[in-house]
């Protein structure tokens, strides 16, 4: 334990003090068998700190310090199997990598861990054992888990069916501004889980989690917008929010904006989509 901070603060001092060097003199450290050396120099390398980009070199210091039982090297080396880093995508060795750390811990190795027990990835399909991961790691105050385990209560995965209980988590994860847990919360106050129904709270969150990126919210503020849910009806605004979705991904937004199409004409929608285009610009 104590040799293992040391470590760390040996490795948070080199990156303070040597800066462009960093990865440099961090290799040094890595080749000597530091394991927290050689899990932020992973870092350096999927990240292109210092060096170039190189998600298989970076997998290989992961693995190096993984292997020496480093529970963010454990965890980063999951992460690449899971997300195809470096590596294919292999469930069955993310799995095993996140069982290692998150019986340390880790937060993120928790929910990671959660998530493959409620969707099988590497393991079979157990929600109770979702569950208990997710709120460990809730517990500890981790925004996705803290959704992970709102949807559990929400769909009665491991858990009985509790709106109630799904909307604190929710308000838990929205509290950190976790864009995904906001659009959850949007859907309790439109459907009336857990809450009063009320429409113009919808509203309110959706734009929140829509303002982050997420097509799926903005497909649900073209319909707040199409039938008056929440504001006004404005089929201008509904086109605008339908047309973003479809260029975050959302299918319906994309079905939606083809539908509604048919009431304006062509330079009306160009209009409309150059308002939406310049929304973008100003925020990415």
């Known amino acids: 334990m104590r040799r293992n901070l040391l470590l760390v603060i040996l490795s948070l001092l080199i990156g303070t ?4 060097s960093y990865s440099e003199e961090l290799r040094e450290l890595a080749e000597s068998g530091d394991s927290v050396a050689q899990n ?24 190096l ?12 080396l999951a992460r690449c ?20 750390a998150a019986p340390q811990g880790h937060d993120n190795a928790q929910n990671y861990l959660g998530v493959c027990y409620e969707k099988g990835y590497g393991v079979d399909i157990d929600f109770q054992e979702a569950v208990r991961w997710y709120r460990l790691s809730a517990d500890q105050g981790n925004k996705w888990a803290q959704n992970n385990l709102g949807t559990c209560y929400h ?19 929205a509290d950190q501004d976790y864009y995904l847990a906001q659009y959850n919360i949007g859907i309790c106050y439109e459907n009336g889980k857990g809450v009063e129904q009320d429409y113009g709270q919808a509203f309110e969150w959706y734009s929140l989690s829509a303002e ?4 799926e919210a903005m497909n649900a503020l073209g319909i707040c917008y199409e039938y008056g849910q929440g504001v006004e009806t404005d089929l201008e605004q ?19 904006m083809s539908y509604l199409a048919m009431e304006f004409t062509e330079e009306e929608i ?3 989509e150059g308002q939406a285009d310049a929304w973008l610009a100003e925020r990415w």
């Open 155 to 173: 769909n009665g995965h491991g858990v009985d069916v509790d709106y109630e209980a799904a909307l604190a988590f929710y308000h838990l994860s």
């Open 17 to 20: 003090l040597l800066g462009a």
């Open 212 to 215: 982050q990126g997420y097509g």
């Open 238 to 256: 509904a086109y605008i929010w339908y047309y973003l979705a479809y260029l975050f991904e959302s299918a319906d937004g994309e079905a939606n």
């Open 40 to 63: 932020d120099l992973g870092l350096c390398y999927e990240d292109g700190e210092g060096v170039d980009p190189d998600p298989e070199e970076a997998l290989y210091w992961y693995r």
């Open 270 to 272: 160009v209009d409309l």
């Open 65 to 76: 310090s993984a292997e020496e039982g480093y529970v963010l090297g454990q965890f980063n």
């Open 81 to 100: 199997y899971f997300h195809g880093i470096g590596t294919e995508e292999d469930y069955s060795e993310a799995f095993h990598w996140f069982s290692l």
